[in-house]
């Protein structure tokens, strides 16, 4: 999956280099350029190659990539938002594609009420999701506090929240198709999450990018190899920004900025592939 529905982030940026928020939908249409491109490379691409975009900057990019077979999700969430909110009343209208993507952020310490109100809200997506045919993407962000040393929190803090979370979840209904999760390099941390998500039959995992290096990237996937419900991955800024803010600052012409973005998938796809057979 490439994963190009970034909104506030694109907002902050061009504000802070003087472009105009007018032009982010550009970007959105790089980042197809670059899909497709990768696609005219790669049968893996042909088979599995999902786009993961919003309506606010990239309404056409939706209409185009479907037009081309593509697989195509929204995010339902308001961008930048928490606790959870949806982006549009009611939340259904957002979801256009073929699948629907929710962000959410936890932590354990937070007030009862809220976690519970996130979950309800989880719920309600999850069975509209299954009464109206659409695939249902969760993605959890689990963030260390002050006092957490990062070290430890990546090795056993944020895999026993995470997994915490996800049975809780599941006592409350919630059972997305994708639980979209935040990468280690350990496998044995991937494995209490992988754990955890295997409680219920139909869930797999996708590895989220964060903006990584390739190398970081490529470790994950190695460290997930081992995960049973591992299924894929849900890349983005790593794969589309820099050449996408290139050509927003006129480094490079639009042709160079998407064949860039389908080189770096490409490069994704080919880590993704070497994790699952080494």
Known sequence: MLAADHRWQWEQWCDAH?????????????????????????????????FLVDEVYASAEIQR??????????????????????????????????????????????????RNDQLDKLKALGDWCRANGRVFLLEVLVAPQQDEREEEFERTVRPSI?????????????????????????????????AAAAERREPRIVILGKGAGFEVISGWFTAAAAARRAAGF?????????????????????????????????????????????
């Open 162 to 194: 995470l997994a915490a979370f996800i049975r809780d979840a599941y006592a409350a209904g919630v059972v997305p198709d994708f639980w979209k999760v935040e990468g280690t390099t350990l496998p044995s941390a991937m494995q209490v999450i992988d």
């Open 18 to 50: 003087g472009v105009p928020r007018t032009r982010i939908p550009e970007a959105k249409r790089l980042a197809l350029d670059g899909l497709l491109l990768a696609r005219e490379h790669s049968k893996d691409v042909q088979d599995a190659a999902a």
């Open 65 to 114: 990539a479907r037009a081309a077979g593509i697989t195509v999700g929204t995010p339902l969430e308001r961008a930048g938002a928490c606790p959870l909110e949806w982006s549009t009343d009611p939340f259904w209208r957002a979801a256009v594609g073929d699948f629907a993507k929710v962000l959410v952020r936890h932590r354990p310490e937070w007030q009862q009420a809220m």
């Open 234 to 278: 849900a890349i983005g800024r790593s794969v589309y920004w820099a050449p996408s803010a290139d050509h927003l600052l006129g480094r490079i012409a639009a042709t160079t900025a998407a064949e860039r973005i389908a080189a770096n998938y490409l490069h994704v796809v080919e880590a993704w592939n070497a994790s699952r057979h080494d």
